[in-house]
């Protein structure tokens, strides 16, 4: 079992840079893969993007390679996103996950855990 719990959302403006972060307990948390995504009102969940157990590898989506960054610290059992040049299509819930797949899945169905979310608005 892993349980996960981020934080770090909020209202900002388009432009502006946020951090969100995850915590993890449970499960080693250097053994796992651990996603983000999101899910803006009436749409389905959207990948963000991933990283490796050993964080040594990253993959995004497309629509924010360039302008959000996935790190982990497995010393303190976090994973972060830090999101830059925010836009207003970027408003949604944002959620971290966690899956022991051996590879970079970017399927909200491979990934067996989930926190609650994160709401991230971005006003124009």
């Known amino acids: 079992q892993v349980q996960l719990v981020e934080s770090g959302g909020g209202l900002v403006q388009a432009g502006d840079s946020l951090r969100l972060s995850c915590a993890a307990s449970g499960r080693t948390f250097s053994s796992i893969v651990m996603g983000w995504f999101r899910q803006a009102p009436g749409k389905e969940r959207e990948f963000v993007g991933c990283?490796?157990?050993?964080?040594?590898?990253?993959y995004y989506a497309d629509s924010v390679k360039g302008l959000f960054t996935i790190s982990r610290d497995n010393a303190k059992n976090t994973v972060y996103l830090q999101m830059n040049s925010l836009k207003p299509e970027d408003t949604a819930v944002y959620y971290c996950a966690a899956t022991s797949s051996g590879w970079l899945p970017r399927l909200a169905a491979a990934y067996s855990y989930w926190g609650q979310g994160t709401q991230v608005t971005v006003s124009s």
């Open positions: 990283i490796s157990a050993s964080g040594g590898s990253t």
